[in-house]
């Protein structure tokens, strides 16, 4: 049976690169599953849960936007962050989720900001808990 190659990077380094036989990701319009022999696609990551399945286990990543590339059974994510879901801390996200809530938002630039940083932390906070 065929697999996906998966490579998963961030600007830093190589997070993760495995052989895997499904992959969800989070695009910023929902979520996509990919299994092997996914047509060719390129898609704009939002904030949220990534998950591999390797060897019959489920790993968990929290990305943080980014881009993913599926051609010839290769799935390339190219991502800020790639976090280990067992890295992340339940409590530290809603403190990010507080904290970004009471950021000032007086200017269409910085309730983007405000937004973006909300939306972040409730995805890190959604995968932490999962955990």
Excluded: C, W
Aim: charge should be negative; proline fraction near 6%; avoid cysteine.
């Amino acid at each position: 049976m065929a697999q996906l190659q998966v490579i998963v990077v961030t600007p830093e380094t190589t997070v993760r690169e495995a052989v895997a036989s499904f992959v969800a990701l989070p695009l910023f319009d929902g979520e996509i599953g990919i299994a092997p022999m996914h047509s060719p696609m390129i898609g704009r990551l939002g904030y949220g849960e990534m998950r591999l399945e390797v060897e019959g286990k489920t790993e968990r990543y929290y990305v943080d936007g980014g881009f993913v590339q599926v051609a010839d059974n290769v799935v390339s994510v190219l991502t800020n962050r790639a976090i280990p879901a067992e890295n992340l801390d339940p409590q530290a996200a809603e403190q990010m989720l507080e904290s970004a809530r009471q950021r000032p938002a007086n200017s269409p630039e910085l309730m983007a900001i405000r937004d973006r940083m909300v939306t972040q932390a409730r995805a890190q906070k959604r995968v932490a808990e999962k955990s």
